[in-house]
C-alpha cells in the first residue's frame, strides 16, 4: 500500500510502511508453535472432553428419558423393559357394571330404583348392603314370596341366575350394587360366591326370606 505524508498524517492506522508490516510478520512467525514439539495437548484435551461429554450424555439420555416428546415426557413415569405387557387390573365394580346392566337393570333398573310394588329397589337397600351370605345365595338359587325392603313389601320371585352367571360375574355384579347409588358395602369376591355355591350344594328351590334372615344372624 503506498501512502503519502498527508495520508500518514491523518489516517494513521494506514500509514504502515512495507518494512513494518514485514516485521510484524516476522515476529508473528516467531510466535508458530514449536515444528520440533509438535502441537500443544491441551486443545487435544478439551477436545476429547467434549467428545467424551457428548457421547455419555447421549447414552444417558437414551437411557433415561421416556420419549422426546414434550408433551409426552413424564419424568416420574416408570420405565417399563421393552416388550412388557403391562396390565392394569379393571376394578369389579367396574366388571361388575357391565353383568348388572345386561342382565339386573331389566328388572331393578339402571337407577337401582326398582320399579314401585314389583321390583323392590338395589339402591339404598338394607339386603344389598347387609350379608353377603343372603345375597349371593338370592342370585344362585332365586328368592320367592314376600320381602321387606325398605320398609316396602314386595311378594313377587326372582329366578335363579347360578346357571347363568359365573362365580366372578355374580360377585362383581354384587360388588357394583353394593357400591353404586351410594351404597356402602364391601366387595364380594368369587371365592365367596364359588365357597356358597359348593355348600349349598344342587339345589333348584327358591329361597325365601324368612331364610335367608336366619343366615349370619
Ligand atoms: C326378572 C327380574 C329380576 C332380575 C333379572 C333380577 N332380579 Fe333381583 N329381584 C327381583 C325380584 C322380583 C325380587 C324380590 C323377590 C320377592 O318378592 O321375593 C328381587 C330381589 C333381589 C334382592 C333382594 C332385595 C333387594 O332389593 O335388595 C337382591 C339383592 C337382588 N334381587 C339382586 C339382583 C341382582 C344382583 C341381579 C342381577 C345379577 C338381579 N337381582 C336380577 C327381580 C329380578
Request: charged content about 20%; aromatic content about 8%; overall charge neutral.
Amino acid at each position: 500500500m503506498s501512502s503519502s505524508p498527508d495520508n500518514n498524517y491523518r489516517f494513521e492506522q494506514a500509514g504502515a510502511s512495507d518494512d513494518s508490516i514485514q516485521q510484524v510478520h516476522a515476529q508473528l512467525q516467531k510466535q508458530k508453535p514449536d515444528k520440533k514439539n509438535g502441537y500443544s495437548f491441551l486443545p487435544l484435551g478439551v477436545l476429547g472432553l467434549m467428545c467424551s461429554s457428548v457421547f455419555f450424555g447421549s447414552i444417558y439420555l437414551a437411557h433415561y428419558s421416556v420419549r422426546f416428546d414434550p408433551l409426552v415426557v413424564n419424568e416420574s413415569a416408570k420405565r417399563e423393559k421393552p416388550g412388557a405387557v403391562v396390565v392394569t387390573a379393571v376394578p369389579p365394580a367396574v366388571l361388575g357394571k357391565k353383568v348388572f346392566t345386561t342382565i339386573c337393570a331389566a328388572c331393578h333398573q339402571v337407577t337401582g330404583l326398582g320399579v314401585p310394588g314389583i321390583y323392590p329397589p338395589l339402591a339404598g337397600s338394607e339386603w344389598a348392603q347387609g350379608n353377603e351370605e343372603r345375597i349371593i345365595r338370592i342370585v344362585l338359587h332365586g328368592l320367592n314370596g314376600p320381602i321387606t325392603v325398605e320398609g316396602k313389601d314386595y311378594t313377587n320371585a326372582m329366578a335363579s341366575l347360578g346357571t347363568v352367571l359365573k362365580d366372578e360375574q355374580i360377585a362383581n355384579a354384587l360388588t357394583y350394587v353394593r357400591q353404586e347409588w351410594g351404597n356402602k358395602a364391601p366387595e364380594v369376591k368369587a371365592e365367596t360366591v364359588a365357597r356358597i355355591r359348593a355348600e349349598v350344594g344342587p339345589r333348584t328351590a327358591p329361597w325365601t326370606s324368612a331364610e335367608l334372615l336366619k343366615i349370619g344372624q
